[in-house]
């Protein structure tokens, strides 16, 4: 409390010297009735220190909280601006004064509607029957008169009510559109950058699947083409035996010279390898033009080519390109039924394959035992093909995340974090679910299901 408090509190200095003038019985309870009195001003005195203190105390935290308010409306880069329900002005902040080029005080005298320009999309007029239905006012367009001219500024406000829940004004705030306008400009720029990174590492992706693939097909193509290659070196030395032996015998030579050719140059030995030959050599250049085919669907982009997909055939290709081709040591099984068709685009969902079946075979590196599991059915008119692994499993702590574009367990270089990301993104586009979890017997299983092409079958 301040000096001057305590002096305005001070009890009356002659009250003790009053006392001592009683004297005999009467002066006894003269005193006796002072001291009462003296008693009543000291409580009184107590009262009106304790209020005093209470007063300046609430007056401290009033002043704290209107310099907190003052600050955070000079801090504020959105025009506000309260009124009356008559749109009489009643407090502005520092955004308003530099936008109307005015000082609070002058901004004060004015209304609402002296701010509006006259072509204003939304005039004071809306604002009343907003406030009648007691809405909120969201996103409104305005166009408030400034010194460069109206402009078009984008408002929100709400109604403000008293203690006993009447309306009794309103509180607006808004942004001129030109700064919203940057705002949505750099946020669609921001989201294009977004979208073509994500084109950049879809593409990435594709390209080490792709090179997975290419793995894969050169080791398919190395048994068709020795067929080729050797079938044609024994068709060359026939051709060579047998114009040999036809020009003998368009010589006509004696019969028993001809038959002793016939068996030097084993005319029938190479008569009967023909077919088979030829059938090889065919039999190889069918492998051929089969991987050559899938290796253009798997890389085409055509995203409209939905196509009923006998996922059992891009199954068993994945397999033959990812876990033979690069980890002929891993035991594999598979079971599958027969027509697991599905519709959709059979690249990418060959690219599902060989990403599950990489991520399965990446898995069991190092394990003691590695065995790779297929089984594939239809259940409930969808096809469903399970992929289990025996390496470590899926802890607990990153079960959630796996499907995360860029998360990966693998070592740095091993591994891009997006082979499961953008599988999981095929599979939703083909209506169907990709779902990780642990197998009782150990490992890890991925379990694909899309709908069935045809239904379930009897």
């Known amino acids: 409390m301040s000096a001057r408090s305590q002096k305005d509190l001070a009890p009356p200095p002659h009250a003790a010297a009053l006392l001592l003038d009683g004297a005999g019985p009467a002066g006894a309870e003269a005193e006796q009735a002072w001291i009462a009195v003296i008693r009543k001003m000291d409580e ?52 308003a004064e530099r936008l109307f080029g005015r000082a609070a005080s002058a901004l004060l005298d004015l209304k609402l509607a002296d701010l509006l320009a006259p072509d204003s999309p939304t005039g004071f007029a809306d604002i009343l029957a907003t406030v009648a239905k007691r809405q909120r006012i969201v996103d409104r367009d305005f166009a408030f008169l400034t010194p460069e001219g109206a402009l078009p500024v984008s408002v929100n406000g709400a109604i403000r009510f008293d203690s006993r829940g009447r309306a009794v004004g309103l509180v607006l705030t808004g942004r001129p559109m030109g700064e919203l306008r940057k705002a949505y400009s750099d946020l669609a720029a921001a989201h294009e950058r977004l979208k073509q990174t994500q084109q950049q590492l879809i593409q990435a992706e594709k390209m080490a699947s792709l090179g997975r693939l290419v793995a894969g097909v050169a080791h398919e193509l190395n048994n068709p083409i020795s067929f080729v290659y050797g079938n044609a070196h024994a068709m060359q030395r026939y051709g060579e035996r047998l114009i040999t ?72 290709s994945a397999l033959d390109w990812v876990a033979k081709a690069r980890a002929p040591e891993v035991e594999t099984s598979l079971t599958l039924a027969d027509e697991l068709d599905v519709i959709g685009h059979p690249g990418h969902l060959h690219q599902v394959m060989m990403n599950l079946i990489q991520n399965a075979v990446d898995a069991m590196d190092g394990r003691p035992v590695r065995r790779l599991e297929i089984t594939g059915h239809i259940r409930a008119g969808r096809v469903v093909v399970a992929v289990r692994d025996t390496g470590p499993g ?21 591994g891009t974090g997006l082979g499961l990301s953008i599988s999981y993104r095929i599979v939703q586009e083909h209506d169907g679910t990709l779902e990780a979890s642990n197998h009782p017997d150990g490992g890890a299983i991925l379990t694909l299901s899309l709908p069935a092409a045809w239904g379930e079958r009897p």
């Open 44 to 95: 009184t005195y107590a009262e009106l220190v304790a209020q005093q203190v209470e007063l300046e105390t609430k007056n401290d935290a009033l002043e704290e909280a209107q310099a907190f308010i003052a600050g955070v409306m000079a801090s504020m880069t959105d025009v506000l601006i309260a009124c009356d329900l008559t749109g009489q002005i009643e407090q502005v902040n520092m955004a």
């Open 394 to 414: 899926i802890p607990p702590e990153i079960a959630s995340r796996i499907f995360d574009p860029f998360f990966t367990t693998k070592p740095v270089g091993k």
């Open 245 to 316: 032996y036809l020009d003998a015998l368009h010589d006509a030579p004696a019969p028993g010279a001809v038959a002793a050719l016939r068996t030097e140059l084993k005319i029938d030995r190479t008569v009967a390898d023909l077919a088979p030959t030829i059938a090889g050599m065919l039999e190889g250049a069918e492998r051929v033009r089969d991987i050559v085919a899938d290796l253009r669907r798997f890389s085409s982009d055509r995203k409209e080519a939905c196509e009923p997909v006998d996922l059992g055939a891009l199954v068993r």
